[in-house]
């Protein structure tokens, strides 16, 4: 069993930026990929970034791509998301997930692939 614990979310205006983390506990020597997904008031949740725990592989959603950063520090168990250059259509509650069996790295951008998942993290971006 892994449990995962988000921080970071906060209020902040368009253009600005936010950094999340997730710290992993529990049995993470069985991680294969660790993923953000967001989901905002009244619509599904839907993927953001991806990396893979042991290698470089990372996956991003068309909408966030040149202004988020995924990366990790095996070392802490933790696994950050630079937000860069937000907009109010990145309003949402933000949630950090691993994927805990030997998927395919194809199948890191889908919400099924994941079995741990934390609270989630609001963030809130005015315009």
């Known amino acids: 069993q892994v449990q995962a614990v988000e921080s970071g979310g906060g209020e902040v205006q368009a253009g600005g930026s936010l950094r999340l983390s997730c710290v992993y506990s529990?049995?993470?020597?069985?991680?294969?990929?660790t993923g953000w997904f967001r989901q905002a008031p009244g619509k599904e949740r839907e993927f953001v970034a991806t990396?893979?725990?042991?290698?470089?592989?990372?996956f991003y959603a068309d909408s966030v791509k040149g202004r988020f950063t995924i990366s990790r520090d095996n070392a802490k168990n933790t696994v950050y998301l630079q937000m860069n250059g937000l907009k109010p259509e990145d309003t949402a509650v933000y949630f950090c997930?691993?994927?805990?069996?030997?998927?395919?790295?194809?199948?890191?951008?889908?919400?099924?692939?994941?079995?741990?998942w934390g609270q989630g993290t609001q963030v809130t971006v005015s315009s």
């Open positions: 997930a691993a994927v805990t069996n030997p998927l395919a790295a194809s199948r890191w951008v889908i919400a099924s692939s994941y079995d741990s």
């Open positions: 529990g049995r993470t020597f069985g991680l294969s990929a």
């Open positions: 990396i893979g725990w042991r290698g470089g592989t990372t």
